[in-house]
């Protein structure tokens, strides 16, 4: 049996049929901005490996990270002992974070730090004696991941999850809008433990913007009716908006703050839940404990490389490396605002999206975008970006050049 036969029967890729599977493209090395894929064929990467991959691949910086933790450990438990790699990436993400975050819990991956911030605000009305605050609010088009917690805060009609919503918990859903969010907290209030958002930037429930000041309302209306707000930005943390934090751009501070994905410049799997000193006495208020400890929490290896990624990062001029990958997806995907079947065009930060009014034959845009030398994702109605903040001019174009023909057959079929 060849390995591509071996891989279509016996591995299962994301959200992909074992009975009929999807096309996928094998890789044999990356470096930089690009795939190198079996056969020969060298593709840029629009993707950044689901927006992880932010300095490109095989990063020097990186490599010698990851090289020189390997010599000492891998991985050591963290209960009960700690190490310098976890004390150091702490250290660091408390300095750029939100001035108000005090405390630091590393998860496995984005899903399972929210599903910790879930915990969290449940038992901090727990110890503050008000456990009816169990119930979350959370937007339409929502998106916080694939675990069972998680998925119950995703939006259950328009988001993937929707075959599970028969067993999953059920919580309150609001508009993207002030006067909805107004509504439902005068409705719900007093069973609220949180508002979870993706500031700014709704992910994979649709690529969905909205303003600063819908972001300011929310922490208002969260301090108005005495609700934690929580910021799920594991998609959007670490510059991909323009800011260091989406947060940033409406001048707030969450009670909670999930940070994943270009964490580890793409290297591995980690994320953290920062929290502010509030939370933690809250918690700890009737001498409880925070319920939660991963296998792989605050894994050496994995800390070492994401310390030495937000160095990375923190050293490079990211601020005007994302200004101008913006004003290039701005310029680069402006045709197609005048093509019949495009619904929209928007773009912030290293973000750039085509929303198209009919769903996309996924297999046939990637086939066509591979012949173009660029690899992309599209899902649903919607063809996007989010290239590694190092990518250069000339790829830049390549890229858009790519999206705009695809829209352009798109609306030809």
Not at 47 to 75: D, E, T
Not at 210 to 218: I, K, N, R, V
Not at 356 to 362: A, E, G, I, R, T
Request: aromatic content about 8%; overall charge negative; proline content about 4%.
């Amino acid at each position: 049996m060849s390995d591509k036969d071996f891989e279509q029967q016996h591995l299962w890729h994301p959200y992909a049929s074992m009975q009929t599977p999807a096309p996928v493209y094998h890789v044999e090395s990356a470096q930089g901005v690009r795939l190198n894929l079996l056969g020969g064929r060298e593709v840029i990467d629009g993707m950044a490996s689901w927006w992880c991959a932010i300095h490109g691949y095989n990063v020097p910086a990186l490599n010698q990270a990851a090289a020189k933790q390997l010599n000492s450990m891998a991985h050591v438990m963290f209960g009960g002992l700690t190490h310098q790699p976890a004390i150091d990436l702490a250290k660091t993400l408390l300095q750029i974070a939100p001035s108000n975050m005090q405390h630091v819990f590393f998860a496995d991956s984005g899903s399972v730090a929210v599903e910790v911030s879930l915990k969290m605000a449940i038992q901090y009305w727990k110890g503050r004696k008000q456990p009816q605050k169990s119930k979350f609010l959370s937007l339409k088009h929502a998106y916080h991941g694939d675990t069972f917690g998680a998925m119950a805060v995703c939006d259950p009609i328009s988001g993937m999850h929707h075959v599970f919503s028969d067993v999953l918990a059920e919580h309150i859903f609001s508009q993207v809008n002030a006067t909805a969010l107004r509504q439902a907290f005068e409705l719900h209030h007093q069973h609220l433990a949180a508002l979870i958002i993706e500031p700014m930037v709704q992910g994979a429930g649709g690529m969905h913007f909205y303003p600063a000041e819908l972001l300011q309302t929310m922490r208002t209306l969260c301090d108005e009716f005495d609700v934690l707000l929580i910021a799920d930005e594991i998609a959007t943390g670490f510059g991909r908006t323009g800011k260091l934090f989406a947060c940033e751009h409406a001048n707030i501070q969450p009670d909670i703050l999930c940070v994943g994905k270009a964490l580890t410049g793409g290297y591995m799997s980690l994320a953290a839940v920062l929290s502010d000193a509030e939370i933690s006495a809250g918690i700890h208020a009737q001498g409880d404990v925070l319920m939660h400890g991963p296998t792989f929490m605050a894994n050496p290896l994995a800390c070492a490389v994401a310390k030495a990624s937000l160095d990375l990062l923190l050293a490079s001029p990211w601020q005007s490396r994302v200004r101008h990958i913006q004003s290039q997806l701005e310029a680069g995907l402006a045709p197609c605002k005048d093509m019949p079947h495009v619904a929209d065009v928007r773009v912030l930060g290293a973000i750039g999206v085509l929303e198209m009014k009919h769903n996309l034959d996924v297999a046939q845009v990637q086939s066509r975008l591979l012949e173009q030398g660029i690899w992309l994702r599209p899902f649903g109605k919607l063809l996007y970006t989010m290239p590694a903040f190092v990518m250069d001019d000339a790829d830049l174009r390549q890229l858009t050049d790519a999206m705009v023909d695809a829209a352009r057959r798109a609306c030809v079929l």
